[in-house]
């Protein structure tokens, strides 16, 4: 029975011990165990295969996905990060650039600029194209002047009272529609994510004049078409209580973790450890410090449950994303069958 539980823990769980970790590769492949037959079966995996959403905002989205390889986790990350395509700034023609920032660092600062355009709407634009059309390309104008603030106290040394428009913002960026484009969408719907993005600071005298082109991309060529902040995932934490933790080791036990991880009842007027949202934690390994504690409990995640972290720059939704990232992985998969039916067989 015993030598039974070491090979379950052994396929379903990385544990974590103090001086290292255990279990880290995948090994249930065929013909590795004896008595399980790990042969792929799609029965099974659709089976066993679930996505729970547990939370989801404008601009983020936490979920789980169960029941897959670390590859295929993997595989959705890097997709995220570098494969579904955004718009941002491609080009930037200077027409008047006083400013104390040079040409090509401002330029720079433009393409991090976040969009909000769906870029399913727009195609990539050929490459040797000089002049982009309204179905490639969209167009800004940035056009900013300082002067000083003639209603200014004399005796005032605030920026925000001597001068006027010393801070340029996204705001200041105006959406120059091509062709049909101010028929195809609404007032308001092409512009920056967020208004209130620093640009660059002028004194009276310096001006900034200058018209961008947006074009498709995709984060694998530049970071700037990513359209995520953050996209990562971790394993489910698995926290077991290898016997009863009573008194003042219930407490000592619940500081060694992340609040919420572990709770503390009272049974019969006696202080009870049990764990109560190993979600929570973050394992920080502090209850191996203590010598006691650390006999008392075992760590470890769950291999095939992964918890995906989301964060959208405003570029489109996060589940949009997620959803954009699966269509640019079957896609992969068909094609992949494609190459698989056109070689030839012996």
Known sequence: MAAAEAVQEMRTRVVLGEFGVRNVHTTDFPGNYSGYDDAWDQDRFEKNFRVDVVHLDENSLEFDMVGIDAAIANAFRRILLAEVPTMA???????????????????????LIPIHADPRLFEYRNQGDEEGTEIDTLQFRLQVRCT??????????????????????????????????????????????????????????QEIDLLMHCVKGIGKDHAKFSPVATASYRLLPDITLLEPVEGEAAEELSRCFSPGVIEVQEVQGEKVARVANPRLDTFSREVFRNEKLKKMVRLARVRDHYIFSVESTGVLPPDVLVSEAIKVLMGKCRRFLDELDAVPMD
């Open 89 to 111: 700034v491609e080009k930037v023609l200077v027409y008047n650039n006083t400013s104390i920032v040079q040409d090509e660092i401002l330029a720079h600062r433009l393409g």
């Open 148 to 205: 000083r603030n003639p209603h200014a106290a004399k005796d005032s040394s605030d920026p925000n009272e001597l001068y006027v428009n010393h801070k340029v913002y996204t705001r200041h960026m105006t959406w120059v529609p091509l062709g049909n484009q101010a028929d195809l969408f609404p007032e308001g719907a092409i512009r920056p994510v967020h208004d209130d993005i620093l640009i660059a600071q002028l004194r009276p005298g």
